[in-house]
């Protein structure tokens, strides 16, 4: 019943619309607790806020949102469980593009988009059984199981971790392709040990020490892309 409702609500390009909105609801709060309002959703879509209005409407009106007028909109169980399924769909993607094809994690998200879309149900278990079914992608977000499953990371955000944190890469926002670029030339990707050395100077940047390489500065804005996970000290 719930997907007849869906389906009248929302066909074709509307439809393909909506799995991009719900991607985004759910990414917003994947990580920190905070529900997205409707001028980041379109500041996050780059649209103009009247159209991602009328699209909450649309998406309401199907049943995968919650939103009230000036409120921040949440997602339905089912607006959650259709955002998992294209989640999956993005993220094995931009795996198999960093691993069989020679992508640049920071050039797969627009591949991804596209190709999102395109393939079937078939292709992606393929290409997950290829992989070996990760569960992870090139930047750490989590890759859910075909019944939407996923186990989270206990976490900190590299500009909130404190003075003397010990702990590994486990995910970094692809958010800004600089910024990942930025990482690259440092050598921190996942996985990678990290010790807080200093505090941070406010607009100083925060110092870290790295497994190799010794110390180095990142920006406010290179330290809000990194999540950590407490580890021992290398």
Do not use: C, N
């Not at 066909?11 to 607790?33: C, F, M, N, R």
């Not at 921190?188 to 870290?208: R, Y």
């Amino acid at each position: 019943m719930v997907e007849s409702g869906v389906r009248a609500a929302l066909s074709g390009a509307a439809s393909t619309a909506a799995d991009d909105y719900l991607k985004v609801i759910y990414s917003h709060t994947e990580w920190q607790p905070e529900p997205i309002t409707p001028s980041q959703l379109a500041t996050r879509l780059g649209l103009a806020p009247s159209s991602v209005t009328e699209m909450v409407k649309k998406l309401a009106t199907a049943g995968l949102v919650d939103h009230r007028p000036y409120s921040a909109i949440t997602l339905t169980a089912e607006g959650e469980r259709r955002a998992l399924r294209m989640l999956r769909r993005h993220r094995l993607i931009e795996t198999w593009l960093v691993r069989v094809h020679g992508y640049g994690w920071d050039e797969v998200d627009d591949e991804a988009e596209v190709l999102e879309h395109a393939i079937s149900d078939r292709l992606l278990d393929a290409i997950d059984a290829q992989l070996g079914r990760p569960t992870r992608d090139p930047h750490g977000d989590l890759i859910p199981t075909a019944s939407g499953e996923l186990v989270r990371p206990d976490a900190v955000r590299l500009d909130a971790a404190p003075f003397g944190f010990t702990g590994h890469v486990v995910r970094i926002s692809d958010r800004d392709p600089d910024v990942l670029r930025v990482l690259d030339r440092l050598g921190i990707a996942l996985d990678a040990p990290l010790w807080v050395a200093h505090e941070p100077t406010e607009g100083a940047g925060i110092a870290i020490v790295r497994a190799e390489g010794g110390e180095v500065v990142v920006s406010p804005s290179v330290a809000a892309a990194v999540w950590l996970e407490r580890s021992i000290r290398p």
